[in-house]
């Protein structure tokens, strides 16, 4: 009998979220795996990705035909590709070893026809699929990843195998429960179908094989953040959805994850980004749960017709169905006995090498279902035309989102009874459905559940689960390839308050690139309009009531300053303020707050605000509750032909007000300089001049400080030195080379012209803490 | 007077061949794996050394606690005995530790690009102080020093408590330099890569340094200037 039990993180989940609040889960991904008996299990079997001598042991490798014809960017070939549910069986394959008494994945190369001048797809010879691995550095430095496949294409999952505009196939359908005026995706005038590669900028990935093999070598990294030139983006109606599309691709996006958790170099440890390499075979490899339904629900616990209906859930039951039927014509059968041709000899005819002996021609082998759950966070949007209405709230809508950064977590494990495989036949396994309930009833008693031991009988407990976890593990990186929207995971999700008048303080975290990004305020609180620079002041934000205020953030509040960006242009023009300027925005663990004048906290997306000083005369800066400053000023402007040119920055000067650092509170501040001239160079990095931070009330002079980075600027003429301020020695900054006078450093793959970029020129950070009415500078 | 020598390392296989060249395989060197590859278990297998796996938590300060027990618990170890820790990516490119007075409790060694050296010169140092020369990436500690910083340090060297990167070592030169030690900075013994500098790159390190300052004022230690 079929078994599911609850994982250890799974009652955790579970016990942690109830309708009253927790994190809200979406539980709809699965991932298979096979788990040996007792017999069979040692330690090479264990081996999964990158060894060279079994090759992948277990792999669920959904990724469809990225060796055959298929990988085209033709419209109609495309739907033959990388299609989970298609050409699968095509090109790789489980191939029982006889030898290793093991199933190693392989898969078929291509033969150059001399004679025709054209490429077949006889299977001659094979590929063990090794993984992915880290080439040599080029002459930039950067390191390209390698594989004597293409790697693995990330898939957009959107719910059915259909194009859009077709029916759903289930509930589980993505473009039309989240947004009826979700952009389609073309591809050359057709739209994507609802599975589809990632196809932001892999060009690689088509290149086709070469006399070699295969070779995939990723083209610039900063491309994975954008779409290919022959992706048509609208919306429904025919407008422009770039951002929306973007958007779509960012938190859709396996790479986007794989970019911030696939560091990793060939000896095994995290690396920056640049250098990193990227292992696309930790990706795609979950898979969407078709479909599930709660049974003995109780009754809704909200009317809102904005919100998806909500009761606790005795029980879940899962629908689990794979279609692995090739609709395509043209795949051939297999033969049990696989060969390639060998010759040594020159002129004497290849040999035929017998390779493996397929006993059991299994395209897929698991006896383990792993049921995932992932994160999400309610998001708040707006439909089109509800921007007017945006401050009685009325038109705030819900929607849930996958973190790109969450990791599915493992919640459940299915057992089933019989090893699945695929069949005897020469297509391999066409399809598994299956069904199973999950009681959610007295998860806390563990009584209730099957154990570990039932569930995994004779094996020794801890390795069993370790080594199945281990798979699952390997194969969990897909948190944003998939996502639902709109299903009813009722006793998960989180409770939170409804929109209503006078509540609603959110910001539009799903506005589309014609509305502002500001939010709704009352006269009770404040909102997130930034008074203009034009209109002074630009420290305030402007209150319900009409009046401008500065935002008060509460002492006792943990709060970590942070910046977003820097607005570079007016108007289309690049530009820099004749002020130093430094953007703050608050975040905490769970997004931006913002304390008002009565000391009420409200969340807020995004929320920014400029602090500016102009000169001595003015305030001085003071933390209240934050702990951080990122401060950007400024040095130069970039004409349009891209030469910076300097301009008179007086305001250079951070002025601190120490009587209000809290005792005992590190606080940071780094200094951005930005966009600065070749001839100030020598003034910001000899310490004499320019850009300090000045503590005004005292500054504990005794040597103590560790000022590598920094110097201090003091009147040594006294007796006893007077310490005034502290001037960064910039480590990074801009070195005339090349007879150029100037040439302008970029964080990332930016640069003049392509966007919104910050070319920090120059930065430093430092730290310091006040105890007992001193003030002690830690940086090292 | 014997050696003990700890390596943490973090997935840096590539460095275990170097590190066994310089010092060899009879040793006493061990290796401390946070994040344990095949590769790893190969090469201390192959060489007959001794490992300690521990989760792959990144916990420094444990990682070189647990193989110090490892010591204590398979070596009869003295007062007089070397602990040397090392960072799983610092092979010395000079080795000569013997060159020191004799009084030393503490070798702290130089790196290639010591930015401590512009401040400091070549000998005894204080390290009660916020801002101290301990870098933990490379140094030396008799045992009977390890001993007095267990009696300050609930048993421990290092202060498990810090989990994020950076200050642990700083915390233990400040209880050092309270206990009185000779602590030594020390050219005899030179690391491959820097020293300072670089923990501007860790986005937290804010929250390593109030963590510090936290543990200072808690255990009363702070080094305040009169």
Redesign the interface.
Same mark, same amino acid.
């Given at each position: 009998m079929n078994k599911i039990t609850l994982t250890a993180r799974g009652r955790e989940i579970l016990s942690q979220n109830t309708l009253q609040g927790g994190e809200a889960y979406w539980v709809g991904y699965f991932g298979l795996a096979y788990v040996p008996d007792q017999g069979r299990f040692s330690d090479e079997q264990t081996?999964l990705i990158n060894d060279d001598e079994h090759g992948d042991y277990i792999y669920n490798l959904w990724q469809g035909d990225l060796v055959n014809e298929g990988h085209s960017i033709a419209s109609d070939n495309l739907r033959k590709l990388t299609m989970y549910d298609r050409n699968l069986t095509s090109n790789f394959r489980y191939m029982y070893d006889d030898e290793k008494d093991c199933n190693r994945l392989v898969t078929w190369t291509t033969k150059d026809d001399s004679e025709s001048g054209s490429s077949s797809y006889v299977r001659e010879g094979y590929h063990i699929y090794n993984g992915i691995t880290q080439g040599e550095s080029n002459n930039t430095g950067d390191t390209d990843t390698e594989s004597e496949l293409p790697c693995p294409a990330p898939l957009f999952y959107a719910g059915g195998s259909a194009s859009y505009g077709t029916a759903p196939e289930n509930p589980a359908d993505f473009m039309n429960t989240v947004s009826a005026d979700w952009p389609k995706c073309k591809v050359n005038g057709d739209d994507c179908p609802m599975v589809t590669p990632d196809m932001r900028a892999y060009p690689g990935t088509w290149a086709g094989a070469t006399s070699t093999g295969w070779n995939w070598v990723p083209q610039n990294a900063g491309k994975y953040d954008t779409l290919p030139s022959y992706i048509t983006r609208k919306t429904a109606a025919g407008e422009d959805g770039a951002e929306s599309l973007d958007q779509y691709a960012k938190f859709l996006s396996v790479s986007n994850f794989n970019k911030e958790h696939g560091h990793v170099s060939a000896? *095994? !440890? $995290?690396v920056g980004y640049q250098e990193s390499c990227h292992n696309m075979s930790m990706v795609t490899r979950l898979f969407p749960i078709a479909s599930y339904e709660l049974t003995a629900t109780s009754e809704p616990s909200t009317n809102d017709p904005n919100r998806s209906e909500r009761g606790s859930a005795k029980s879940i039951k899962y629908v689990i169905r794979m279609d692995l039927k090739s609709a395509y014509q043209g795949v051939r059968a297999y033969l049990d006995t696989l060969t390639y041709q060998k010759s040594d000899t020159e002129g004497v005819e290849p040999e035929d090498i017998a390779l493996y002996t397929s006993k059991k021609p299994n395209s897929f082998k698991f006896n383990r279902i792993g049921i995932y759950a992932v994160p999400v966070t309610i998001r708040h949007f707006y439909k089109e035309g509800d921007a007017a209405n945006r401050k009685d709230c009325r038109a705030t809508h819900y929607q849930m989102e996958i973190s790109p950064d969450a990791k599915p977590e493992l919640f459940a494990v299915m057992q089933v009874d019989e090893v699945c495989m695929s069949e005897d036949g020469s297509f391999g396994l066409s399809d598994y459905n299956t069904t199973f309930v999950l009681n959610l009833e007295n998860v806390s008693d563990n009584t209730s559940l099957c154990t570990n031991p039932e569930v995994y009988y004779n094996l020794a407990e801890n390795e069993a689960i370790t080594w199945y976890q281990n798979q699952l593990i390997a194969t969990a990186g897909l948190s944003e390839a998939v996502t639902n929207l709109g299903v009813n995971m009722a006793h998960m999700m989180n409770n939170r308050p409804n929109a209503s008048c006078g509540e609603c303080s959110f910001s539009d975290s799903t506005s589309t690139v014609d509305v502002p990004s500001y939010g709704v305020f009352t006269e009770t609180y404040d909102g997130l309009v930034p008074k203009s620079s034009e209109a002074g002041d630009t420290d305030k934000f402007l209150k319900g009531d009409g009046t401008w205020a500065v935002p008060v953030v509460s002492p006792s509040m943990p709060i970590i300053i942070r910046d977003v960006d820097l607005p570079l242009y007016d108007e289309g023009k690049r530009y820099a303020p004749n002020y130093s300027r430094a953007r703050l925005t608050i975040l905490k663990s769970d997004g931006f707050h913002v304390i008002n004048q009565d000391g009420q906290e409200s969340l807020f997306d995004n929320v920014t605000w400029d602090y500016s000083k102009r000169g001595p005369s003015y305030e001085h800066f003071s933390f209240g509750g934050a $702990?951080?400053l990122v401060w950007y000023t400024w040095g130069a402007l970039y004409d349009e032909d891209k030469t910076p040119n300097v301009i008179n920055n007086n305001n250079r000067t951070l002025y601190l007000d120490t009587t209000t650092l809290l005792p *005992? %509170?590190? !606080? =940071?501040i780094a200094i951005k300089i930005c966009a600065i001239g070749s001839d100030m160079i020598n003034m910001i990095t000899t310490g004499n001049n320019g850009f300090g931070i000045y503590f005004y009330n005292d500054l @504990?002079g005794?040597g103590? =400080?560790?000022l590598? $980075?920094w110097y201090k600027w003091a009147d040594v003429s006294a007796e006893s030195p007077v310490y005034y301020a502290l001037y960064p020695n910039f480590?990074l900054y801009v070195e005339p080379t090349d007879g150029s006078t100037h040439r302008p450093l970029y964080d990332g793959n930016n640069s003049p012209g392509s966007g919104r970029t910050e070319p920090v020129l120059a930065s430093a950070?430092i730290?310091f %803490?006040k %105890? @007992?009415g001193?003030v !002690?500078?830690?940086?090292? | 007077m014997m050696h003990y020598r700890i390596v943490i390392s973090h997935g840096q296989t590539g460095y275990i061949p170097k590190f066994l060249d310089v010092f060899g395989t009879d040793s006493n060197i061990l290796f401390v794996f946070d994040a344990m590859t095949d590769a790893d278990l190969h090469l201390v297998q192959s060489a007959g050394i001794p490992y300690v796996c521990v989760l792959n938590e990144g916990n420094r300060p444990l990682n070189r606690n647990t193989g110090l027990r490892y010591w204590e618990q398979n070596a009869a170890m003295r007062d007089d005995d070397v602990i040397e820790f090392f960072d799983g990516d610092r092979i010395p490119v000079k080795y000569m530790p013997d060159s020191v007075p004799d009084d030393w409790d503490v070798l702290l060694y130089t790196c290639e690009n010591d930015r401590r050296l512009e401040k400091l010169k070549i000998g005894k140092v204080t390290t009660n102080v916020l801002c101290n020369p301990f870098y933990s990436c490379g140094f030396a500690m008799k045992y009977g020093a390890v001993k007095k910083i267990y009696g300050m340090n609930d048993g421990s060297l290092f202060d498990e408590s810090f989990t994020q990167w950076g200050c642990e070592d700083q915390y233990l030169g400040v209880m050092c330099g309270r206990a009185g030690m000779n602590i030594y900075l020390h050219d005899g013994v030179i690391l491959s890569g820097k020293v300072g500098g670089d923990e501007m790159s860790h986005p937290k390190y804010r929250e390593s340094l109030q963590h510090y300052v936290n543990r200072l004022l808690e255990k009363n230690i702070f080094p305040h200037i009169s």
């Open positions: 081996r000896e *095994g !440890y $995290n $702990n951080q *005992g %509170v590190v !606080y =940071e @504990d005794s103590n =400080e560790c590598e $980075n480590e950070t730290h %803490v %105890v @007992d001193k !002690y500078v830690m940086s090292y | -």
